[in-house]
Each structure stands twice: as C-alpha cells, then as structure tokens.
C-alpha cells in the first residue's frame, strides 16, 4: 500500500493545481488557432506544444543544471534554452539568415521613402518602454521593472518574434516567454487590431490613393543594397551585428543567384529545424507560476500599447511626408512600418482594396514592412549596447 501511494504521488495528477489546468486550455487554444484558423501555424503551433509541456509537472524537460555532476539530469528544452538563448543565443540569429534569404528589398529600393516610414513605425517600442518604467511611479500597482525588463518589454512594439526573443534573452530572460509569447500573439492578431486604427486614422480619400508601379530593380542594387546596409549599420550600431550581418548574408544569398543551395537550405532546411527548437522553447518558458502574476497583464496591455503606437507612428508619419511630397502615398502602408511580415503588407492592402479597387497597394506595404524588420533589430542593438551600462 505504501508503495502503491508513493507511486500515485509521483504521478502528475497529484501534482497538477488549476493555474496548470488553465495553462493547458491556453496551449489548446494556440494549438486551435493554428490548425482551425490558420493563425500563424509555423509559430502558434509549436509554441502551443511547448506551453502544454511546461504545464505537465515532473517532466523535467525544461530543468537545466550546469553543475557537471547532474548535467545529464537537465532537460531537453532547459539545454536548449540555455545554450540556444540565454548564454549563446544563437537560434534568432538563425531565423534571420533564414528570413533574409526570403526577403525581396526591391520595394525598398525602388521607393527609399519607406524607410522612414519602417523607422516610424518604431514609435512604438519606445512608447512600451517608457510605459514600463511609469509603472514604476506607481507602487500601489506593486509592479516594478527595470531598465532591461523595459527594453524586452518595448521591443514588442516592433511585432518582431526573433527580435523580441533575441532582446529578451539577452536583457530580460526571465521575461522570455511572456515577451515572446506576446510578440507573436499581437503579430497573428494583426488584423483584429490594425484595421480600426487603420480607418479612424485616414479618410476615405487618403485610403483610395493609388501609387503608381514601383520600377525595375537591377541585380546590381539588389546587392549593393544589402552590402552597403549591413557596413553601415553594424559600423553605427555594433551589438545589432547577430540580427543585421545574417540578415543580409541571406539576402546576398538569395540575390546573387550563384549558390541556390545555400539560398534554400538557409530559408527551408535551416530555417525549419531553428523555427522547431526555438518556438517550441519558448512555449516551454510559460509555466503556470510564471504567467499568474500581476507582472504578466502590465506587459500584456503595454505590448498591446506599444503594436498599436507604433502603427499609429506608421500610419501619421506617413501623412505627414503627403505634406511635402508632388507624389502622394497612400497613408496606409505606414501602418506596414511593423516588423509584422508580411501580414501587415497584406492588411494594408486590404484596407485600401476596400476604399479603392483599382488601389493595389501590396508592392508598397512591403517596402516599409521589411524596412521595419530592419528598424527593430537595430533599436534591439541600441538596447544592448547602452542598458548593461546603465
């Protein structure tokens, strides 16, 4: 009898309270998004599995000891996060060569003006970050953040997955999961969120403006664009080098047309095998004692603030340049500026669609749509090089 109850307290139903039985809902709700609805499947779905494995007690998947004597005793999802995040954080870095080696800056280059509006659209993370630390001014919340739990905490605003995990791990990492989790959360609800704001923003008139095509982009600047941009960024923001250099070795890459198999290990082979390892991890940092707390609902509304003010940034900024400009651009693709790709390129196009059918505005979201990928890598590198000073 005494064995057998042993036995039974071993087991995870003895050990399960309901903070893990909400967990689990939460990862079968992420799980259905991605299957039923689509929501972007490639993250929510891993994601989802690792926050139902984090929420299973006594696994010890996601434990790490780096004492030698019990190392073989560390889970698998606690090396990776270790190893792969928090002390050499090299998987976001993977997922840029990936994304590099898929990404077309012909818009950019044809149209340079959307590099403002990528810039403006950064807004945002600096609204969440100064948000975070107001908490501050306010101890009957009984909230607190530091400078470094502020920075992961912005950088949500720039609706970037890898570079919200990159920041975060590297400034924050007991805020991972949350951050990360929020990051990609707020990118598949895109089009709840952007939409409104979209449309209280900008007139009928504005949102049936119709850009004309973007010219032809020659190979020759398809290459100089990316040399000349990872020279100059890492040669002014040194610590956004991990994100920067292997996002534009993939687009070199990828344009050069001479190592194809390079070009497609680095956005299939590769960039599948460190989408598996790093969503799932990040799932498995999402265990019921770290999600019930008070700490988790400011970051929740602050990401929520910070998406929403850097599409806000997009979208006045562009209205602003209408001021200056003979050729006037559709204010709407300013609210493309999020790192969110390519989901927000299409909602900008959707929205002017339903103004103006003749309005095709796909082309030209792109531009500051990947302007903001850029844009958010480089505040996250800023972060890095300052806060650990401070």
């Known amino acids: 009898m005494t064995e057998l109850l042993q036995f039974l307290n071993s087991t995870g139903f003895m050990n399960i309270d309901w903070r893990n039985g909400v967990m689990l809902l939460v990862a079968l709700g992420f799980i259905y998004l ?63 060569l990936g994304l590099g080696a898929m990404t077309d800056f012909g818009a950019i280059i044809a149209n340079p003006k959307t590099l403002l509006l990528g810039a403006a659209a950064q807004v945002g993370i600096f609204v969440a970050f100064w948000g975070a630390l107001a908490t501050n001014l306010l101890p009957s919340l009984g909230i607190e953040f530091t400078l470094s739990q502020a920075a992961a905490i912005g950088i949500i605003g720039g609706a970037d997955g890898p570079t919200t995990i990159f920041l975060s791990a590297r400034l924050a990492p007991e805020l991972l999961g949350i951050t990360a989790i929020i990051a990609y959360s707020y990118m598949a609800a895109v089009a709840f969120i952007q939409p409104p704001l979209m449309k209280l923003l900008t007139t009928r008139s504005e949102r049936s403006i119709v850009m004309p095509p973007l010219r032809e982009v020659s190979q020759k600047e398809r290459l100089l664009f990316p040399t000349i941009a990872m020279i100059v960024i890492i040669l002014v923001v ?75 940034g997009g979208l006045l900024f562009a209205k602003f340049m209408n001021l200056f400009l003979r050729q006037k651009i559709n204010p709407l693709i300013g609210s493309a500026g999020v790192s969110a790709v390519p989901m927000a390129a299409r909602i900008s196009h959707h929205v002017g669609q339903e103004a103006n059918p003749r309005t095709y505005l796909l082309p030209h979201a792109i531009g500051p749509n990947v302007a903001g990928v850029i844009g958010s890598a480089v505040v996250a590198g800023i972060f890095i090089s300052l806060l650990p000073a401070l």
């Open 238 to 312: 040194p610590r956004s080098a991990p994100l920067i250099a292997m996002f534009m070795i993939g687009n070199i890459f990828r344009e050069s047309g001479v190592v194809p198999r390079l070009t497609n290990a680095a956005s299939n082979e590769l960039l599948n095998i460190a989408t598996i390892f790093l969503m799932i991890t990040v799932g498995t940092q999402l265990s019921a004692e770290r999600v019930f707390a008070l700490d988790t609902v400011a970051i929740l509304v602050l990401g929520l603030v910070a998406f929403s003010a850097g599409t806000v």
């Open 34 to 96: 991605a299957i039923s609805r689509g929501l972007e499947p490639y993250e929510l779905l891993p994601i989802g599995l690792g926050i139902m494995i984090a929420n299973l007690p006594l696994t010890g998947l996601t434990t790490f000891d780096a004492d030698s004597s019990v190392f073989q005793e560390s889970g698998i999802f606690g090396i990776i996060f270790h190893f792969g995040l928090s002390f050499w954080n090299f998987l976001p870095p993977i997922i840029f």
